[in-house]
């Protein structure tokens, strides 16, 4: 490689640094210029977050592999490169297993990455992520290219570091403490909000600007969208993060316990109330109130609770005595509360109290390819529990999941990957390094049969001789969205293949085995 080439590659992320850009757009050039810089199948971004490594880019490797959360201590490769001061080649031979295996995109044969290396970036002197390049010929890099990809990172390290500078600022300005907490995990057990469909991103930004107020907010959504996730990201973006969120699930409780559940009770209440008892509000003091499924709640109760709200005092069940307490209200239903008003099943009053701001929460199929994303995440948690080298979706899978409604959402997701990838390896036999699961090992409706409800435009359509045939529904999905990609973008395969997610190269070969080319 010679220095004008290098020169060339690097010029413009160091034009970049003066620039005000989008931290995807930035990271994206990053990897371009990479991978011009030294040629490969696939490159990755990843930012080091406590145990685990989350991808910020990826160039040449699956969509999924956004949503994936790589623990450190499961992938020797991944921890030998952090704990490198420069850049690692790993042999070709080698027999540490590779992440990326199977994940390359648009193959569903020749999984194995062969040829590998990778750099751990430094802010501040103190271990940021990883920057890594993988190809499938097992000779693709040569030794005295560690000394360009020390020299880019170098330069990867400063681009990151002006993203952060810019999003520090930019925090600065609207409540630094609120705006990092949304992107944070949202709870102790390392759940995300993962997703980069618009209306996940307008969602995130509701978070954002109901989180540094105080105001009740009412949450509504399909079941199984992830509402107690929201309402844990809200009380994670509020000044009272750092007091608990107390959670109740209203429907779990048969009515004359809901009563004790919230209020508490003293000795001798009712019969078992051998002890006093403090109850939900009370434990929320000072922090948030979660009630779940609270278009379940009876009139009775209701009214209770509307006192409670109203004047933030209660009485526990069998005592006189008043009880203050300081506590945002935050509750969660997939009913119409409005039309249960309407009806006379629920009272106006306590309706308007709850629904101060009220959310929406967008079904999954109204998410676009982030179910990509979030089967990455769900299919990384399995790998890692089912004890595999790589589990990864086929294209035709990854089409079936596209396609299908999910009435279920994303709770249904996570137990259809779950379920098929323990099925997909019970019925292969031996165990295999690689586990790909197909269209066929998703326990999913044939979508090339009509539904109930029709399909949205860019949807799967049975085409002829697809009746019955998922793998001819699928490539014909697959040939419809990317002649229509194609059109709106006047045939710039480049641009085409940036809206899909796709790498150029790997869109250039699947069009031509769809017959597009």
């Known amino acids: 490689m010679t220095a004008k080439s290098l020169l060339t590659a690097l010029l413009p992320l160091v034009a970049d640094l003066s620039r005000e850009l989008p931290e995807g757009e930035r990271y994206r050039r990053l990897l371009e210029a990479m991978r011009a810089l030294l040629p490969c199948d696939a490159a990755a971004l990843l930012r080091l977050d406590g145990d685990w490594l989350v991808p910020l880019a990826v160039d040449g490797l699956s969509t999924d592999t956004l949503g994936r959360r790589f623990k450190v201590s499961e992938h020797p490769r991944f921890a030998a490169l952090l704990s490198s001061p420069g850049p690692t080649r790993f042999a070709s031979d080698s027999e540490l297993p590779d992440p990326y295996d199977g994940l390359v995109e648009g193959l569903d044969e020749h999984l194995e990455v062969h040829d590998c290396m990778g750099c751990p970036l430094f802010i501040d002197e103190r271990p940021w992520g990883l920057l890594t390049l993988d190809a499938l010929d097992p000779q693709r890099f040569q030794p005295v290219e560690l000394d360009a990809l020390q020299a880019f990172a170098s330069l990867a390290a400063a681009t990151v570091n002006a993203a952060e500078r810019i999003e520090r600022l930019a925090l600065r300005l609207e409540d630094e403490h609120q705006r990092a907490e949304v992107y944070r995990q949202a709870s102790g057990q390392n759940r995300e909000m993962i997703g980069q469909s618009k209306a996940h991103k307008r969602l995130l930004e509701e978070i954002n600007l109901v989180g540094g107020s105080d105001l009740t907010v009412l949450i509504t959504g399909e079941t199984g969208v992830g509402k107690e996730l929201v309402a844990q990201a809200i009380h994670a973006a509020s000044p009272r993060a750092d007091k608990p969120i107390i959670s109740l699930n209203c429907a779990a409780l048969p009515e004359t316990l809901v009563e004790s559940e919230l209020f508490g009770h003293v000795r001798g209440a009712f019969t078992g109330a051998t002890q006093d008892r403090r109850g939900k509000f009370e434990l929320a003091n000072g922090g948030t109130l979660f009630l779940d499924e609270v278009g379940e709640l009876s009139l009775t109760v209701q009214a209770k609770l509307l006192r409670v709200l109203q004047s933030g005092q209660l009485q526990r069940l069998g005592s006189d005595r008043e009880h203050q307490v300081d506590v945002r209200l935050i509750a969660a239903t997939n009913r119409d509360l409005a039309e249960e008003v309407r009806s006379g099943r629920y009272r106006a009053d306590f309706y308007h109290r709850l629904s101060v701001y009220p959310l929406q929460v967008p079904a999954l ?90 399909l949205p435009t860019g949807t799967l359509a049975a085409g002829p001789g697809a009746t019955g045939d998922l793998r001819l529904a699928t490539e014909n999905y697959q040939r419809q969205l990317i002649t229509e990609c194609l059109e709106r973008h006047r045939h710039n395969w480049a641009s085409a293949a940036r809206e899909l997610g796709l790498d150029r190269a790997n869109l250039g070969r699947m069009a031509k085995r769809l017959g597009l080319k």
């Open 365 to 454: 199929r109204d998410r676009g390819r982030d179910v990509l994303l979030l089967s990455g995440y769900f299919l990384e948690q399995n790998r890692s529990r089912m004890g595999l080298g790589s589990l990864r979706l086929t294209s035709a899978a990854q089409a079936a999941l596209l396609a299908y409604q999910w009435p279920g959402n994303v709770r249904e997701l996570e137990h259809l990957i779950g379920r098929s990838a323990l099925k997909a390896l019970g019925s292969r036999g031996e165990r295999p390094k690689i586990l790909s699961l197909d269209a066929v090992d998703l326990d999913l409706p044939d979508v090339s049969t009509p539904s109930a409800s029709p």
